[in-house]
């Protein structure tokens, strides 16, 4: 079986376990094995929510029985006060968060793939959240542009005496971030399974022609200086930069190289 069918068909054991154990109401597939398995690949994780009756939380959160029965697990962590990531045997990774119905009427969530739900349940139009996540990408180049240009100027100087760790965060992180932000602006994005958590992902094919010169962009830790010179030069080709401000950084990046 390949793993792709092995996801899909492990949710689906999930599911008829969760039948069997009782005061389950939902199973939803998210993520790519929600409602966007045409990226569902053999890197993929399994990503779930389970909605259960108002007196059975706990019983799904403490014991991980459900999820034994299907399938043995080698290692479970619990991330948060609603759920677990776990690793069964067989090396398939999943995430999952218990919840009850009415902590989803109001949520923000990613739509879901309704996997399993209990005969007598018909609320299945809470696969689809009322208030949808906010997205990430901004609508004007100003403010994050700017941001990203003073993260520059920051993380130069840090750099310069020896603060290499958060130099590297200043420049090849967050001023790559706020470029991300508003890539779209800047270039035709393909439709490609956009992420409303993080404009990093799924990058590579959503704007290749970024894609292209992102690495001269994040050359690592010893390489901060020439990063910044780079985020520079691409910020001056799409956005008037204040010229004293470009100098500025130009400075510090000749500084910090010697």
Same mark, same amino acid.
């Given at each position: 079986m390949l793993r792709t069918e092995m996801l899909l068909h492990r949710l689906d054991e999930i599911g008829k376990s969760l039948e069997r154990r009782g005061g389950a109401l939902l199973l939803l597939g998210v993520g790519s094995v929600g409602i966007e398995t045409a990226r569902l690949d053999d890197y993929s994780d399994l990503d779930f929510?389970? =909605? %259960? !009756?108002?007196?059975?939380?706990? !019983?799904?959160?403490?014991?991980? /029985?459900? *999820?034994?029965?299907?399938?043995?697990?080698?290692?479970?962590?619990?991330?948060?006060?609603?759920?677990?990531?776990?690793?069964?045997?067989?090396? =398939?990774?999943?995430?999952?968060?218990?919840?009850?119905?009415?902590?989803?009427?109001?949520?923000?969530?990613?739509?879901?793939? %309704?996997?399993?739900?209990?005969?007598?349940?018909?609320?299945?139009?809470?696969?689809?959240?009322?208030?949808? =996540?906010?997205?990430?990408?901004? /609508?004007?180049? /100003?403010?994050? *542009?700017?941001?990203?240009?003073?993260?520059?100027? %920051?993380?130069?100087?840090?750099?310069? !005496?020896?603060?290499?760790?958060?130099?590297? !965060?200043?420049?090849?992180?967050?001023?790559?971030?706020? =470029?991300?932000?508003?890539?779209?602006?800047?270039?035709?994005? %393909?439709?490609?399974?956009?992420?409303?958590?993080?404009?990093?992902?799924?990058m590579e094919k959503r704007y290749p022609r970024f894609a292209e010169m992102i690495a001269d962009m994040i050359q690592g830790y010893d390489h901060v200086p020439e990063s910044a010179l780079r985020i520079l030069s691409f910020i001056e080709e799409v956005y008037p930069v204040n010229r004293k401000l470009s100098d500025e950084i130009r400075r510090l990046a000749k500084i910090s190289c010697r």
């Open positions: 929510f389970v =909605i %259960v !009756r108002h007196d059975q939380k706990s !019983r799904y959160i403490d014991h991980l /029985d459900w *999820l034994e029965e299907v399938h043995p697990l080698a290692y479970s962590f619990k991330n948060s006060e609603i759920g677990y990531k776990i690793l069964f045997e067989d090396g =398939i990774f999943g995430e999952y968060a218990v919840f009850e119905e009415s902590e989803l009427i109001n949520g923000s969530y990613t739509e879901g793939r %309704v996997v399993w739900k209990d005969p007598s349940y018909n609320n299945t139009g809470i696969s689809k959240p009322s208030n949808p =996540i906010p997205s990430p990408k901004k /609508d004007s180049l /100003d403010h994050p *542009l700017n941001e990203a240009l003073t993260n520059l100027y %920051v993380g130069l100087g840090r750099f310069a !005496r020896g603060e290499r760790l958060s130099a590297t !965060r200043f420049v090849q992180g967050y001023a790559v971030d706020r =470029i991300l932000s508003v890539l779209h602006l800047i270039e035709q994005e %393909v439709d490609y399974f956009p992420d409303p958590f993080g404009n990093e992902r799924r």
